[in-house]
């Protein structure tokens, strides 16, 4: 028998060893492994579910625990999760197709839609548009402090299409500039100013990043997985285009971003409530950056070709032959930015974020695709929908109780990603079973996916630091979270699925 010394001994190595190691927690590394062995070794393999679904579900349910946790950077446990797959063989009887189908997540378009859009993003931040456009919003709308807000809201609007991380565009580049307009007023957490008008900003600031987020495909990174999921659950049937969910999205998106400056303005009244100041100190800061600059009009251009081409104008105007793929579209952006020399390929290599998404979202893809194909994604939508096919209701009450479930259940996650891995698929099956419209209610999760990013302080990646800039006490935070999420989830559904309606979706 081992002494409890020796184990104590090892213990503190171990401690001791992953404390020189930042990048590793070993409290959720234990507690993820535990949950998998549990699963995989313990749990029983529920009737209707292969040995090697129940397998891949306990590799998959600890990978999501470990992100949750943050064991490791979710880089890191990608490549973890891609090596476990190959090497168990969950998926396949043979070495050679296990590599394979771990690696299968690689060749998905829509992720390299998103790797390559963040790449080109960076140009928002490099050419100095991004605050460009932040400052001249403000310069027409700043007089009052609900004009300043609505400003912060139309710039995150314009840079959304072409900033898929919704943390590089309301976190890096509209958070400073809400910030630099907050501090000019004399709005400061450290003077105890926060009131004057930081504090409504900050509000604001954050409530409009998860309506953009629900606007356009490349808005956030989990959009395209959210695609996917929904064209695999329909055999293909239900594609939806970056024009068809920008088209869907505009009405309630539009009606939320008119909505958020004015209810946070009612339950959290700014002390200034006019602010001619900020439109010189917008003005002002224009005329230090001076005329645009080369590489602004370039940028330019090619958002406005990205989004023409995402649109699909071309095919409508001339037909079907000259439709373009949307992730060959972003490429050609790409490729417009390096051949300009706005963007130089040091760029596109130090956009670590970029790469990143392009693993982290290739492990997920692959262990969802092949979750939905081991039959394990059916049986859990089928426990799902039996258990709210037991109230009696017909499939508009059975909906909302399910988008109430997978929207809420976000106070449990730290990552949207996490949870739409985890939830998404499953309760669009049972959304399906329950009667559901597929493109309806494909339509109200996905915008409920980004929307439920303004619940809490650890939401999203944004969240952190704009709560961080400590304008927002953690009361105030929560209590305009919850009372946005239900002004939001309203708009959606209600008006949402009547513009649904009028454009045939339903």
């Known amino acids: ?43 029983p393999v529920p009737d209707g579910v292969s040995a090697n679904a129940w397998h891949l579900l306990a590799l998959f349910v600890g990978t999501v ?48 839609l998103i790797g390559i859009a963040i790449v080109i993003s960076r140009g928002l931040a490099k050419t100095g548009l991004g605050n460009r456009i932040g400052y001249y919003f403000i310069s027409l709308f700043g007089k009052k402090t609900i004009g ?26 509209i958070h400073p500039i ?66 068809t969910w920008a088209l869907a999205a505009l009405l309630p998106g539009l009606v939320c971003i008119a909505l958020v400056p004015l209810v946070v303005y009612a339950i959290y009244p700014p002390e200034i409530k006019s602010t001619p ?30 989004l023409i081409l995402w649109a699909g104008i071309p095919a409508m105007l001339f037909g079907a032959d000259y439709a373009v793929n949307t992730t060959a579209v972003a490429f050609l952006g790409l490729s417009v930015l390096l051949v300009t020399g706005v963007l130089s390929w040091d760029d596109v290599l130090k956009e ?9 979202f290739s492990a997920l893809v692959m262990m969802a695709t092949f979750l939905n194909k081991l039959g394990l994604v059916q049986w859990f939508s089928t426990v799902v929908e039996s258990n709210i096919e037991h ?3 017909d499939w508009a009450i059975s909906v909302v109780i399910l988008v109430a479930i997978y929207f809420y259940v976000h106070y449990f996650f730290a990552s949207t990603t996490a949870h739409i891995t985890a939830m998404f698929a499953a309760f669009y099956a049972a959304g399906l079973a329950l009667g559901a419209p597929p493109l309806y209610l494909g339509l109200l999760l996905a915008g409920a996916s ?46 949402g699925g009547l513009w649904w309606k009028v454009l045939g979706y339903w």
Request: charged letters at 10%; aromatic letters at 10%.
């Open 352 to 360: 670590k974020s970029a790469w990143d998404t392009v693993v982290w």
């Open 1 to 43: 028998m081992i002494p409890l010394s020796s184990i104590g001994k090892l213990f503190s190595k171990m401690k001791g060893f992953f404390m020189k190691t930042p990048d590793i927690r070993i409290i959720p590394g234990l507690i993820s492994v535990f949950i998998t062995l549990l699963i995989w070794f313990i749990a």
């Open 277 to 306: 100041d900020a439109k010189t100190y917008a003005k002002s800061r224009l005329a230090e950056m001076g005329p645009m600059s080369y590489g602004e009009k370039v940028m330019v251009a090619v958002f406005a070709l990205l």
């Open 148 to 173: 300043i807000g609505y400003a912060l809201a139309i710039s995150e609007l314009v840079i959304a299409p072409v900033t898929p991380s919704n943390t590089a565009r309301g976190g890096g580049i």
């Open 178 to 243: 809400m910030k630099s307009i907050a501090t000019s007023f004399g709005s400061s957490p450290e003077e105890g100013t926060s009131r004057k008008i930081g504090h409504y900003l900050a509000l604001v600031n954050y409530h409009i990043n998860p309506i953009t987020s629900a606007m356009f495909i490349t808005a956030t990174a989990p959009n395209p997985l959210i695609v996917k999921l929904i064209s695999d659950a329909t055999g293909a049937n239900i594609s939806i285009t970056w024009g």
């Open 391 to 393: 109230f009696g209701f």
């Open 65 to 112: 625990v470990a992100i949750i946790g943050k064991a490791m950077p979710i880089g890191a446990l990608a490549i973890l999760a891609i090596t476990l797959v190959a090497l168990t063989g969950v998926t396949s009887n043979t070495p050679a197709g296990a590599i394979k189908d771990a690696l299968s997540g690689f060749s998905n378009s829509l992720i390299w």
């Open 450 to 495: 980004s929307l439920m990013m303004s619940l809490t302080h650890y939401a999203t990646g944004t969240s952190p630091i704009i709560f961080g800039s400590g304008y927002v006490s953690m009361e105030d935070w929560w209590i305009m979270g919850f009372i946005m999420s239900v002004v939001n989830l309203a708009v959606w559904g209600i008006i």
